[in-house]
């Protein structure tokens, strides 16, 4: 079929079959299908939406765009997580080297930043000689040496996702649950998971700020991932302030190698990394038992076992061998670092947490255009979480800038996204919801 008909049919609010989908995408992958049948056909789906068979098919085809991975030499779990973005979520940093502590092997593809979220792998490239880009040999390796590998998206893994998603990007196509789920999920199917467990957040600093969508969003990928046969579950978490006490790229390694070495016990932090731990064990089938699985996920924590397994992920992927024992020798820190004191006394109430995303971005730690150089060294570190007491005159919070202007600027962005009130706020729980098949 014409790739006009195609865009037609859907256009006209018919239901795609699965050949037409994968004939669409091929002409995608090849350059048959031109950009404005790419975008009209987007802009198609944001408009009619697309059925669940038919969000299946389009996953598997832009999956089947490129390579997809098997990992039969590994005879442990392959499983995995994703988050859908949030302001201090370095989740993955941590949640990799733990479940591969426990026994799995996580073969991570993560992005870089997106909107005023930040990325995984801008993060991780504040560590000097780490590669997000490692060779097929090399990351194969280095999942079954270590049990895990945080690196990016290679231009053979589901090479229509990349094209259709440069496209959505610059036709207002992005915010469609169809297209972000075949999105999103064809590139973590092209790594060759049997499981996946999904961090949906929700939230003033998540994509997704109203519970409902968030819901929608949830089902979605649970439903079509595990139609997909990747045995696949969502939580729903809470968005509302900065998930790390950090936001920015050196300084969220920085608090992962804290938390690792368990500077970072009886936090929010803490508690989402171990039940998304807990959440993969039993999910993969390593762990039948959830009380087992909390129980293995704390240990793999607390006995440095994890912190073990970051550092050879490192080691292995490029980076120094003792991040751990010498984070502060290697992350790039930045000239000026400032203190936001509290101008009165009173609770934490509430967080502008987008705010502080975009406030990073500002200080240079993300990006305005796609081609953008990021300042690793900037950003908010020793945030204090909502619902805090604090006297005036107390830290809030620090910024690290590259001057003494943008410091200044930052520093009174952030007393202003943190308003203080007489009373403690109602917060909500950490984890709003689970979502399975
Ligand atoms: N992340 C993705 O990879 N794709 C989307 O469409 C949205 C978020």
Known sequence: MLPQETVRRKRSGETLTSDEIARFIAGVTDG??????????????????????????????????????????????????????????????????????????VPMISGRGLGHTGGTLDKLEAIPGYTIMPSA????????????????????????????????????????????????????L??????????????????????????TLARSLV???????????????????????AAGNAVEIA???????????????????????????????????RVRADAKAAKALASGAAADVFARMVHALGGPSDIIENADAYLPSAPVIRQVIAAQSGYLSVCDTRGVGLAVIELGGGRSRPDDTIDHRVGFDRLLPL????????????????????AGRAAQRLAAFYPIAPEAPALPPDILTRISA
């Open 387 to 406: 619902g805090t007491r604090v006297e005036k005159g107390d830290e809030i919070g620090r910024v690290h800038a590259a001057n003494t202007e943008d």
């Open 223 to 245: 439903e079509v991932a595990n139609g997909a046969g990747v045995k696949t579950s969502a939580l729903i978490t809470d968005m509302n302030q900065p998930l790390a006490d």
């Open 137 to 188: 040999d090399l990351f194969r390796r280095t999942v079954k040496d270590v049990g895990c590998a945080i690196i990016g998206q290679t231009a053979d893994l589901a090479p229509a996702d990349k094209r259709i998603y440069a496209i959505r990007d610059v036709t207002a196509t992005v915010d469609s649950v169809p297209l972000i789920t075949a999105s999103i999920l064809s590139k973590k």
């Open 32 to 105: 048959g299908v031109s950009e404005g049948q790419v975008a009209a056909f987007a802009m198609a789906i944001w408009f009619n939406g697309m059925a669940r068979d038919e969000t299946v098919a389009l996953t598997l085809a832009m999956r089947d765009s490129g390579d997809v991975l098997a990992w039969s030499d590994i005879d442990r779990p392959i499983a995995d997580k994703h988050s859908t973005g949030g302001v201090g979520d370095n989740v993955s940093l941590m949640l990799a080297p733990v479940a591969a502590a426990c026994g799995l092997a």
């Open 255 to 289: 608090n992962c190698i804290a938390f690792l070495k368990g500077e970072k016990a009886g936090t929010r932090l803490e508690r989402l990394v171990l039940a998304f731990a807990a959440e993969m064990l039993v999910l993969s089938g390593a762990e039948t038992d």
């Open 190 to 215: 092209a790594a060759g998971l049997q499981s996946l467990v999904l961090d949906v957040k929700v939230g003033n600093g998540a994509f997704m700020t109203d519970a409902a969508e968030a819901e």
